[in-house]
């Protein structure tokens, strides 16, 4: 079946402008999760959907914000650019939120450049 | 707090055996995951522990110990392609975020 697809692969942005970044989750998972991730500072949590409704959020400020639809796939928004939000961003996708069977599988990111 | 503490870089030689460690300090987790990053690539999950003791998987193998919060990633017969950053992570039960180490970076020499 079809892995996680995160769109668009690359984008290059100007600061103060703002950027939507996507992700299909494989079919049947209704878990998406979101994480930045930048050189020696690991996977930094975003924010989980899980059915729509935001289940957890992470330490990000409010210019990060992001939403889920009826069919799992998610959308995040990341408004008045700074420099250093430049990092790659990454979608993962589960089936669940607990328990095993929760392993999260990524999609190839988005790497977002911002000058 | 809900943090998965790794060493930021291993060195080993093809052919040896290496263990990368993970621990934490609070519990109340459902079990503890591995993950594999290429440059440039996604993370892609390759182990799990929901339970105490070990689990194999080829030349992986993974630990956990609760009771002595923490858990380790053991790769055997070490290859070239296995040069890449390795990822513990955990799903805590009362808030359900999925957390990641900072990740450990794996340098396999000829």
């Known amino acids: 079946k079809a892995g996680v697809t995160q769109t668009p692969r690359y984008l290059i942005k100007t600061r103060g402008q703002q950027v939507t970044l996507s992700c299909s989750p494989i079919?049947?998972?209704?878990?998406v999760s979101w994480y930045q991730q930048t050189p020696g500072q690991g996977l930094q949590f975003l924010f989980e959907y899980f059915s729509e409704t935001q289940r957890n959020k992470g330490n990000f400020p409010g210019r990060f914000s992001g939403r889920q639809f009826s069919n799992s796939r998610s959308e995040m928004n990341v408004s008045t650019l700074e420099l250093g939000d430049s990092a790659l961003y990454l979608c993962?996708?589960?089936f669940g939120q607990g328990g095993r069977g929760t392993e999260a599988f990524f999609g190839q990111g988005t790497r977002l450049t911002v000058v | 707090g809900q943090s998965l503490e790794q060493p930021s870089e291993v060195t080993a030689v093809e052919g040896a055996i290496v263990q990368i460690n993970c621990t934490y300090q609070?519990?109340?987790?459902?079990?503890l995951s591995w993950y594999q990053q290429h440059d440039g690539g996604a993370p892609t999950f390759l182990s799990y522990n929901a339970l105490d003791g070990l689990e194999e998987t080829g030349r992986f193998s993974s630990f956990l110990s609760r009771s002595d919060s923490y858990g380790y990633l053991l790769l055997q017969e070490l290859q070239m392609k296995d040069s890449a950053s390795y990822f513990c992570a955990a799903r805590w039960s009362n808030t359900g975020k999925l957390i990641f180490g900072q990740g450990t970076t794996l340098q396999v020499k000829p």
């Open positions: 609070t519990s109340g987790f459902y079990g």
């Open positions: 079919s049947g998972h209704r878990s």
């Open positions: 993962a996708s589960s």
